[in-house]
């Protein structure tokens, strides 16, 4: 427990350390983009967040695969804590990329292949978490979860390649950036960006193992010798 | 100034969504807890 505590400081102290770092490095430090001005200071928060965005569909794609192997309910809680975080990840990816729009292209959504996959990425971890809560028994539930984790997770390649493969008259393949300091900004803002999603994760992951033992507590004391109840997991 | 405001609210939401879902989180775990607890059982 004091460990535990000890490594939610340390990692307290070094996403404030980050965060601070990369807040003066973009206000003060990168300057200002030649064609679009201070607008492209937006994506050194809309990339990481993106790149994150894909960590948290892998981990899901990782944990399903480790599901229909060993079944165990390990894999089902690690999967759900990562597609929660994917889709709070891509809701940030859609909105900051709309600020982004509405002020360098003067639209707030164009239906471009890399906008449509990304909006359909959001949606489809969406509705993974409704597959999780519309189903009952926790076995079905996390087999139907684990097959469904597998499949959204091909959107995924879609989206880092459609504005590769794909003429995209707004959303550019790649960002250049010019000066060494904007290089710099960016790897900095990797830093917090994904020290937090990595800690959401672990923590929804672990409050899911809290909840799924509770559950089981619970059902072990309340449902009468005789009947065997299984453990209730993770919606 | 107005791209200044949409360079800001863009940060707001970005760091703003993870944040919040982290005190959720935390707010979460704390409720748990407490009932666990309650009922004189959990760790």
Sequence with gaps: MAGQRNWAWGGFIAVTMASLAAALLMAWQAPDDIEQGVMQKIFYVHLPLAINAFLACLTVFIASLGYLWQRRSWWDDLGAAGARVAVLLCTGVLLTGMIWARSAWNTWWAWTPRLTFSLMLWLLYVVYLMIRTSIESPQRRAVVAAVYGLSAFLDVPLVWLSARLIRDPFHPANVHLATTAMKITLVVWFVPVTLISAGLVVARFNLNRRVREDERNTAAETVPTGNVRVSGGIA | ?43
Excluded: P
């Design chain 2, 1 to 43: 100034m107005m791209h200044t405001r949409y360079v800001i609210a863009a940060y707001v939401i970005g760091v703003g969504l993870l944040l919040g879902y982290g005190l959720l989180l935390w707010l979460e775990g704390r409720r748990l807890s407490r009932r666990q607890r309650k009922n004189g059982g959990g760790r």
